[in-house]
């Protein structure tokens, strides 16, 4: 049993001990009464009690309408105590002279119930005294009884009038009890021990008139009690230790507190032994044969230890107390399960309330009455403070008495104690727990017990749990704190409502802040998220909002609406923490595709993965990642908004993106393109060409240009690595592009994604685009810029020897155009083959121009090499238009002859002027020239402006026809330059 006693312990002495002792005094005080010895009627001398004897309270004595005949009573109505409701026949009863000792004036001598018959002796049967009730009911035997009896007999003779707190009882027992009247010595050890430690208590240890530490009479009481540890003590009347025993115990008990005479002997009225002694007594009134039950007799009975009052220095207040405590203490040691005990214990604190206000109370009734307070309002509040351990459907009817048998205490406590609640603070014990609403308190401590208990299952072993293991216990806790709340919403919220209205509204507080704790701790630690994260916060979710409906329901009535409780609630915001865990996670994973794009710009060599994957193997890991990000991405169990899908794919794109500027990051097609020679006027045929032609002729050497022209039948393509490597970041583009289109596409598909509002959704996409919209066109100029470089590279780098290199020089019949078409075909056929499908014709498209290119260049700025006639004409167009046809017919259609004849045109343009008289273009030139100058017709002594080189050659470009011009081998050309431009003669390059 967890309730302490209020009282304290005293050493040497037990509960039997304290009854044997109480029956003991019980008896002597009521040795005349009916059934105990004398014959008349109750009398009673109260010498400290005053008029304050007679009380009419539910547990105070009263006179019985006669011993034994009691058929309802007045304490247990007044207690809320039911009746015992026994047939008459089964009243407690005896037979006439069933006890040997009983009084004459009880029945007859002992020797009928030997002489009489048995149907005689069942037809003498007769209703038990109240002696006979209170030996029985204290469990004392006939022997002990007996010896008693005598004991009293022997001391009274003569002395019948002599009041009973006038007697030593022990003392007057070690008197006249001799060893043979008990079974053996030993018996009569432990008895004469008991007696002394009895004496020890009331007149040494606890007297109730304070005594000397330098006593010599206590000193010589205390050799006495020492020396009877080992043996009993002589009690003989010539005994030296009887004589020093009878000394200091008359001494001791007969003091007065002013010194001078007293008539009553203090021996059992000192604090706790009186009080131990009478709560002894008042047990007694409890059922033998079912103790959780008082029996019907109990205002006989308590009438009669009324008579113990004057010997015990007990008054009404104290028995009040002390009946309280008593009710108390029975319905917890009877295993709480007759909870008209606490109702009774609560009903004598209406008494015991009345009591405390009285203004002669004594300092040690003030003391007695905080401990017992305190000792009931203990053991209750720590069954309050747990209740939910404490109590279930079954038994929360007990709660329901404990709480307001609490609130009493705590007001006597609280009203009636000095100091009480300064001390109370000074022990922490501030707000709810000492003054405010205490039930809010016993709620949110109870709810913190059942909640921590259930953290202690979940981790029974008490090993710190990881990663998966916590985000499981977790989401088991929230269930089963859903499961705690409708259990305390449905159980106990309707006993708590009589005193706190938002009860319910309560527990659903404190709960959600002890999840709240738990969460807030879990999130702590974690700073990415995962699909139990998730399913957490999730969780989470759900026990919130039915916290919240509880306290909103809890609150219907309330003048604030429940404002005030819910604003304790601290939001989750599970929303808002997964977006946030959800951004976090889309940083973290861009960050490790920022980490491939690092590693790709430094490791990236621009090799085929492999022939069946021609790209580069960076791009691979790339996409891959992209495809996992949005892979785990909706693989996160979430409602997943467009606002979560643009975070994740604006930054996938912008990674693409940059990945795709370094593709493009291969320089640009000016770095190939010679550098344009100067002006100058071309010269006729010098002297030494004219002798190695000759000479050539004579002995038939050729021309060491047409070499160019015949290097074999099978020449190699002149496609260098350098420009392998672009094809494979062409490749590379449509890769991306076409797993960007997948991804796209996924992305547009998935149902789980939940439309934004218009506002955002304007903003950020526009509707039935692409989610990477910016990187198509990226890839799309990338694609030109990339192709571009690689064309002009092949023709301008690659192709130099056999195109801008060789072509036309020295005269057009000897370096025509066909060596270089047939490494053209066969570089042409090599990008085929490295080049993926979709990517060809783009590429083929640039060849194409920068071919068209390097041809206009060869005519309008080969150099000093390079001269041409009016009758190269026809071989330059017919040049011309088999470097048209080679494009015509490369593929199955890659590119389409109206593109080619498209891009021809500025080139045929150039051609034709090629084919005009060198009047003709004179005349052109002075048209143009003044036209772009804008100075009109030019008058006679006046010069036309030198045209400006701008690259963009056409037909009509004065700077096109002036370098047609400086390129015209003949002296009507060079008669015009000269006079116009002043434009000195070329030297000749050989």
């Excluded at 406590?413 to 001390?423: A, R």
């Excluded at 167009?877 to 890659?894: A, I, P, S, W």
């Amino acid at each position: 049993m967890d309730l302490s006693s209020p009282f304290g312990k005293l050493d040497g002495l037990d509960r039997d001990d304290f009854r044997e002792a109480a029956y003991e005094i019980f008896f002597t005080a009521c040795r005349s009464s009916p059934g105990f010895g004398g014959r008349s009627a109750i009398t009673y001398y109260n010498s400290s009690e005053g008029g304050d004897g007679n009380g009419s309270g539910p547990g105070s004595p009263m006179k019985p309408p006669g011993v034994g005949m009691a058929v309802t009573s007045r304490v247990k109505r007044a207690l809320g105590l039911r009746m015992l409701k026994r047939a008459p026949s089964s009243r407690r009863s005896s037979s006439c002279g069933a006890n040997p000792s009983s009084p004459s004036g009880a029945g007859s001598s002992p020797r009928m119930s030997s002489t009489l018959p048995a149907s005689s002796v069942a037809r003498l049967r007769r209703p038990m005294t109240s002696a006979e009730i209170m030996r029985q009911q204290m469990r004392v035997t006939e022997q002990s009884d007996n010896r008693l009896r005598k004991t009293l007999m022997r001391t009274l003779v003569g002395q019948m009038g002599r009041r009973a707190e006038t007697i030593i009882l022990p003392l007057e027992l070690l008197r006249h009890l001799k060893p043979s009247e008990f079974n053996d010595a030993h018996e009569y050890h432990i008895w004469q021990k008991r007696q002394l430690k009895i004496l020890e208590a009331g007149l040494l240890l606890h007297p109730s008139i304070p005594l000397e530490k330098s006593d010599i009479v206590a000193a010589k009481f205390r050799d006495i009690i020492n020396s009877c540890e080992t043996k009993a003590i002589d009690t003989g009347k010539n005994s030296e230790a009887m004589k020093t025993l009878c000394n200091s115990i008359v001494s001791l008990a007969w003091r007065s507190p002013d010194g001078g005479a007293s008539d009553v002997c203090h021996w059992a009225d000192g604090y706790p032994l009186n009080v131990q002694i009478y709560t002894a007594l008042l047990s007694s009134v409890f059922d033998s044969k079912d103790e959780t039950l008082i029996i019907d007799e109990v205002d006989e009975l308590l009438e009669l230890m009324k008579k113990t009052w004057s010997t015990l220095g007990i008054n009404r207040s104290i028995h009040n107390l002390c009946f309280t405590w008593v009710l108390f203490e029975q319905y917890i040691a009877t295993g709480q399960v007759e909870s008209d005990l606490l109702g009774a214990s609560h009903a004598m604190l209406t008494e015991v309330a009345a009591d405390a206000k009285k203004v002669n109370r004594e300092a040690i009734y003030i003391k007695m009455l905080s401990n017992v307070l305190t000792a009931m309002k203990k053991w209750s509040e720590k069954r309050l403070l747990d209740y939910h351990e404490s109590f279930d459907r079954g038994t929360v009817g007990i709660m329901e008495s404990i709480l307001p048998l609490v609130f009493s205490a705590t007001k006597i406590l609280e009203e009636d104690i000095p100091c009480y609640v300064s001390i109370s603070q000074e022990k922490g014990e501030t707000g709810d727990e000492a003054s405010g609403n205490r039930i809010d308190y016993y709620i949110r401590a109870s709810l913190r017990n059942a909640f921590a208990k259930m953290l202690v299952d979940k981790n029974g072993n008490g090993t710190s749990l990881e990663g998966q293991e916590v985000s499981e216990m977790l989401i088991k806790l929230a269930r089963e704190t859903e499961e705690l709340a409708s259990k305390e919403k449905d159980i106990f919220s309707r006993v708590l409502k009589k005193w706190q209205p938002i009860s319910a509204g309560v527990a659903a507080v404190t709960l959600h802040t002890c999840y709240g704790t738990l969460l807030k701790q879990y999130l702590t630690g974690t700073s990415m998220l995962k699909n139990e994260t998730v399913l957490v916060l999730q969780r989470a979710g759900k026990l919130e909002k039915l916290l919240v409906q509880m306290v909103v329901e809890d609150s219907v009535e309330c003048e604030d609406g429940g404002k005030a409780i819910v604003r304790e609630m601290v939001p989750y915001e599970v929303d808002s923490i997964i977006v946030k865990l959800m951004k976090q996670w889309v940083q973290d994973k861009l960050k490790q595709g920022n980490e491939i794009y690092q590693r790709a710009k430094e490791t990236e060599t621009w090799n085929p993965k492999s022939k069946t994957e021609p790209y580069a193997h960076s791009a691979e890991e790339l996409v891959r990642f992209a495809k996992e990000a949005v892979k785990n991405f909706f693989e996160i169990p979430i409602n997943i908004t467009e606002n979560l899908v643009y975070d994740l794919t604006e930054g996938l794109e912008h990674l693409i993106r940059d990945y795709i500027t370094f593709i493009a990051s291969c320089g640009s097609k000016q770095s190939y393109i010679p550098t344009l020679p100067p002006l100058t006027r071309c010269s006729l045929d010098s002297k030494f060409r004219k002798l190695w032609k000759r000479a050539a002729c004579s002995v038939g050497i050729e021309d060491p240009n047409n070499n160019l022209g015949n290097e074999g039948n099978n020449p190699r393509p002149s496609t260098s690595r350098g420009t392998q490597r672009l094809y494979i970041r062409l490749n590379t583009l449509h890769y991306l592009q076409s797993q960007i289109h997948s991804l796209d596409k996924t992305l547009t598909l998935s149902p789980k994604i939940t439309p934004s509002p218009k506002s955002w959704f304007g903003n950020r996409r526009q509707l039935n685009s692409s989610y990477f919209e910016h990187s198509r066109s990226a890839i799309q100029v990338a694609f030109q810029h990339v192709a571009e470089v690689a064309a002009y590279r092949l023709i301008f780098l690659d192709s130099n020897s056999v195109f801008y290199g060789s072509l036309y020089i020295g005269d057009v019949i000897n370096s025509r155009i066909r060596p270089a078409l047939r490494i053209l075909k066969q570089n042409l056929t090599l990008l085929c083959a490295i080049v993926t499908d979709r990517a060809q014709p783009l590429a083929l498209q640039e060849v194409m121009k920068a071919s068209f290119e390097a041809y206009l260049m060869v005519l309008l700025a080969g150099g000093s090499s390079r001269t041409f006639s009016r009758f190269d004409h026809p071989m330059i167009e017919e040049d011309f238009d088999n470097l048209k046809r080679v494009f015509c017919t490369c593929g199955e259609g890659l590119i389409v002859e109206d593109m080619v004849e498209k891009d021809a045109e500025t080139v045929e343009g150039v051609v034709a002027l090629m084919g005009q008289s060198t009047e003709q273009l004179v005349e052109d030139f002075s048209i143009v020239a003044c036209e772009a100058s804008g100075i009109g017709m030019v008058g006679a002594g006046q010069k036309l402006p030198m045209p400006p080189t701008t690259g963009k050659w056409n037909r009509l470009d004065p700077n096109t026809i002036l370098r047609v011009l400086c390129h015209r081998n003949d002296q009507a050309a060079n008669h015009f330059l000269k006079r116009t431009f002043q434009l000195a003669k070329r030297r000749d390059s050989r």
